[in-house]
């Protein structure tokens, strides 16, 4: 384990799904190929909250490999990592060794009372049980600190994106529902002041990088070798004909909701 940070009591238990585990057999695949976030993202944290993350005591809940740590450490945070798959805090030890990180979840953070500035989900927060994880950060932050969700998504309002997705939905028995740029705020925990933002932003990949990063989606973890390669297969296909240079250009929404406490 790496070296104790402020605020880290004990070492927590693992308790995730099956599915958000399921990101531990592709841990390396997921360091590689998830894209991080954007700049613009930060700036809007501290807008919402009020706040520098300069100096802030953050912990970066659901680190994964420490893509949001590794954003959050550039800001000048002080951040402690938690995770609870030994895959995937594996990979986050090999990327940011001086960075402190303690296996546990949201929904028993092992962490001191009252010891944060800030704490953040990454893409996790839809992996716990809010009427668990929500006191537990309540607990943690000091008066006047800020819970700080956000996902990545990729933009549905794109036409390429849109039709991708419908693959997706047909394929994971997902129906025909419509694009909704406000899912993710439809689900955040109704006793939080939440304040929202969304920041859109792009980046260019191989189609090899896109693939790549398509596979390592817990859907497809748990899908299996054979039913992913096929459709990843036929996807290459279809976005060799959108992109004949071989260059994707991915489009994201990132959705954020911060909540002072």
């Known amino acids: 384990m790496a070296d104790r940070g402020a605020g880290v009591e004990h070492e927590g238990m693992i308790r995730a ?15 590689a190929h998830r894209p991080s976030y954007p700049s613009a993202l930060l700036e809007a944290v501290e807008e919402l909250g009020g706040f ?10 659901g680190a994964g490999t420490g893509l949001g740590t590794r954003v959050l450490v550039g800001r000048g945070a002080r951040v402690v990592g938690v995770e609870p798959g030994a895959g995937m805090a594996a990979q986050f030890r ?47 932050l000091r008066p006047g600190g800020a819970l700080a969700l956000w996902w990545n998504d990729s933009d549905g309002g794109v ?6 997705d419908a693959r997706l939905r047909r394929l994971f028995a997902g129906g025909d529902a419509s694009y909704d740029p ?16 969304q920041v859109r ?15 390592t989606y817990s859907d497809f973890l748990v899908l299996g070798r054979e039913g992913t390669d096929r459709f990843l297969a036929e996807e290459r296909e279809i976005l060799a004909g959108v992109f004949p240079g071989g260059t994707v250009r991915e489009q994201y929404v990132v959705s954020l909701a911060v909540a002072v406490r």
């Open 52 to 61: 520098s993350l300069v100096g802030a005591r953050v912990t970066d809940v």
């Open 182 to 197: 406000e899912a993710r705020f439809r689900r955040l925990p109704g006793e939080l002041p939440f304040v929202r933002r």
């Open 201 to 215: 932003w792009s980046r260019d990949v191989s189609l090899d990088a896109h693939l790549a990063n398509l596979a």
């Open 94 to 140: 090999i990327g940011l060794p001086g960075v402190p990180l303690v296996l546990g979840d949201g929904n028993a953070l092992p962490l001191h009372s009252s010891s944060l500035d800030v704490v953040t989900y990454a893409q996790s927060w839809h992996w716990t049980d809010p009427r668990r994880s929500v006191p537990e950060a309540l607990r943690v």
């Open 159 to 164: 036409p390429w994106v849109a039709e991708q």
């Open 17 to 31: 799904s099956s599915q958000g585990l399921s990101f531990d057999s592709a841990a390396a695949g997921y360091a």
